[in-house]
């Protein structure tokens, strides 16, 4: 056989599930509430290496172990989001599609899936309510693209209800204030349209709180991360209908200051091509990373300025470890996994997982 480029990634791809061994099978067999080492989660698609069509998982990497498991899906896996009181029962949505499941990450395998309501999509984000009663999930109708907050029952899964997202093409949604208030991305629409926006909607009365406004107009609202002290940052791309190559950016208000979205250095912001994809904060500081771009930056959020920037080939997603000490962030064409230390970003970052099938958007740690 002739190794081509694509022989020779799917090759690549098929290392991690070729290097299971049959103590990693074990542990998730007996219930992964039992682990006390790092699992991070993520999605991946990769053509099989027998070309017999494209393949979407989840991927389970075992930090401590370096191995990696999977568990088949029928739909590429976005955000995942796990019940507060069974955290080995997992909701996966589908980005900009119909599909949408419940994993069980004990047995290892999807358990049942989770319907779009006609005439709408999911757009990839999800979360439980602090009761662990209902399940949330942003979409978005077809006609006129107008988002809603889909109300789910967490248990049966039947659909009880929705409310508004207050904008157009909601996509991460995230609880804060012990669950009182579910904090929305709206996409928002082409420059002129409808204006890209994050709202802080009051859960128990489905009214609006706050709507906040990005200060850079050609950047939607992506993702988000959100401090203990209430600080926002909002990782964008550039608005629908522009250049894919256009700038993506990053917006921060620290707690109690206005939003400000990022114009320094200036040799920096103007090669943030691209999106601008996945935010973690540790320490007062907020990692973003740029795949186009092939870049990750560092922000001082009570400063509201760039404190370092590296390198690297398409990082996408990124968490950190359950000590938070570390950034982990998922990057390269065949998915590795870097080690970022949170108290010296300017240290040699280290690989620690070589070969991972975490293609998608983000990086998870598993909180169990």
């Known amino acids: 056989m002739t190794l081509s480029r694509r022989n020779l990634l799917g090759w690549l791809a098929a290392v991690p599930a070729m290097s299971l061994s049959v103590s990693a099978l074990s542990v998730m067999a007996t219930g992964c509430s039992q682990r006390q080492g790092d699992l991070l989660l993520g999605g991946g698609r990769f053509m099989n290496p027998d070309g017999s069509g494209q393949r979407y998982v989840l991927a389970l990497v075992d930090l401590q172990q370096q191995q990696t498991d999977l568990i088949d899906l029928d739909f590429f896996p976005h955000g995942i989001h796990w019940h507060p ?21 004990g047995a290892r395998r999807l358990s049942r899936k989770i319907d779009a309501r006609p005439g709408r999509y999911f757009y990839g984000h999800g979360a439980y309510s602090a009761d662990n009663q209902q399940l949330f999930s942003t979409e978005t109708r077809l006609d006129g693209l107008e988002g809603v907050i889909a109300v789910r029952d967490a248990d049966s899964l039947a659909y009880l209800g929705e409310f508004p997202s207050y ?74 209908g522009m250049s894919l190559r256009a700038n993506g950016g990053v917006s921060i208000r620290p707690q109690g200051l206005p939003m ?102 983000h990086l998870f740690a598993w909180p169990a």
């Not at 420059?191 to 009214?207: F, K, L, T």
């Not at 390269?332 to 870097?338: A, E, N, Q, T």
């Open 167 to 240: 904008g157009k093409e909601p996509h991460e949604c995230t609880l804060i204030d012990n669950g009182k208030t579910l904090v929305i991305t709206n996409a928002g629409g082409p420059m002129g349209g409808a204006i890209p926006c994050v709202c802080y909607v009051d859960v128990a009365s489905q009214q609006l709180l706050e709507r906040v406004v990005l200060t850079r107009t050609d950047l939607n609202t992506g993702h988000v991360a959100i401090a203990e002290d209430g600080s926002l940052v909002v990782v964008s791309a550039p608005r629908t």
């Open 85 to 105: 009181d069974a955290p080995d029962r997992l909701a996966v949505f589908e980005k900009k599609g119909p599909h949408a499941a419940e994993v069980d990450l």
């Open 260 to 361: 400000a979205s990022m114009t320094q250095p200036e040799a920096i912001v103007k090669r943030m091509t691209g999106e601008a994809l996945s935010v973690a904060i540790a320490n007062g500081m907020a990692l973003v990373t740029h795949p186009d771009a092939d870049l990750v930056t560092f922000w001082s959020i009570a400063e509201q300025r760039m404190v370092h920037s590296l390198t690297l080939v398409r990082p996408r997603g990124v968490t950190l470890t359950k000590d938070g000490r570390y950034f982990l962030v998922t990057y390269d064409r065949v998915p590795k996994i870097l080690k970022i230390a949170v108290a010296d970003v300017f240290a040699t970052p280290e690989v620690v997982v070589a070969s991972t099938y975490v293609s998608g958007s």
